[in-house]
């Protein structure tokens, strides 16, 4: 009797960013008029930061990160989602991000409010509230699937779907193939999920470097801070 021995393994299938002048619109309506532009259009010097508001260093880290995504900021800099914005602003969170971009890139100030972002917290989920500590990686999932409902049009969210082109899902979106081969007759089946956002596995090795630097980052920051404040640390 043959026993069907089978391996299987996950990958995600590259996808070259589109250049194309406009998108196309559906029947639930998307953005229109955009080119991803994958380099810093204007080069800035390094922006503020964010105010902690009340346990919001989730939040934080998160716009920090997608702020200094190009194609996304070179996007809502420019107002062109606002432009075309098929809600007219009403419970669209990226109009209200895109405020809180441009805000961002003209303060001169140390820090900024994100107000638009916290605003818009029980629409980006439910169990948010100001004051509560969450998960990041779970808010930026929950943000970018409000962005996305936000370039559809969508006032209640419908969930992310590939075949749905958004300026968000032309930056962010990718396919993870699972396979599953059989040893016996070499037939492949393959199954396409969609993704916004893709866990990377990282080496013990590449762990210990990111530590290393970021102690040695901690401590500079602690040093700019004390000269900042005019309060010295005594030497050991």
């Given at each position: ?127 948010y509230k100001i004051g509560r500590q969450e998960d990041a990686h779970e808010f930026l999932r929950d943000l970018l699937d409000k962005f996305h409902d936000g370039c ?57 470097i990111c530590t290393y630097f970021l102690s040695r980052l901690s401590n500079r920051t602690t040093r700019l801070r004390n000269a900042w404040t005019g309060i010295s640390?005594?030497?050991?």
């Open positions: 009797m043959a026993h069907r021995s089978e391996e299987s393994e996950e990958e995600p299938i590259k996808q070259e960013p589109k250049q194309r002048p406009t998108t196309s619109t559906g029947e639930e309506g998307q953005d229109k008029g955009f080119d991803i532009e994958l380099k810093w259009k204007v080069v800035s010097k390094v922006g503020p930061g964010f105010y902690n508001c009340g346990n919001t260093c989730f939040l934080n880290s998160v716009l920090q990160s997608i702020t200094y995504t190009a194609p996304l900021a070179n996007y809502l800099k420019e107002g062109k989602h606002s432009k075309n914005c098929l809600l007219k602003g009403q419970s669209c969170t990226i109009c209200a991000y895109e405020a809180l971009v441009k805000k961002y890139f003209s303060a001169k100030a140390r820090a900024v409010e994100p107000n638009e972002i916290l605003k818009n917290l029980k629409i980006i989920g439910k169990k559809m049009g969508h006032v209640q969210s419908k969930g992310f779907r590939l075949e749905h082109h958004s300026a968000v899902s032309d930056i962010f979106a990718g396919k993870m193939r699972s396979s599953v081969l059989c040893k016996t007759c070499t037939h492949r089946s393959d199954i396409f999920e969609p993704f916004l956002d893709l866990p990377l596995v990282f080496t013990c090795k590449f762990q210990i640390k005594p030497k050991s």
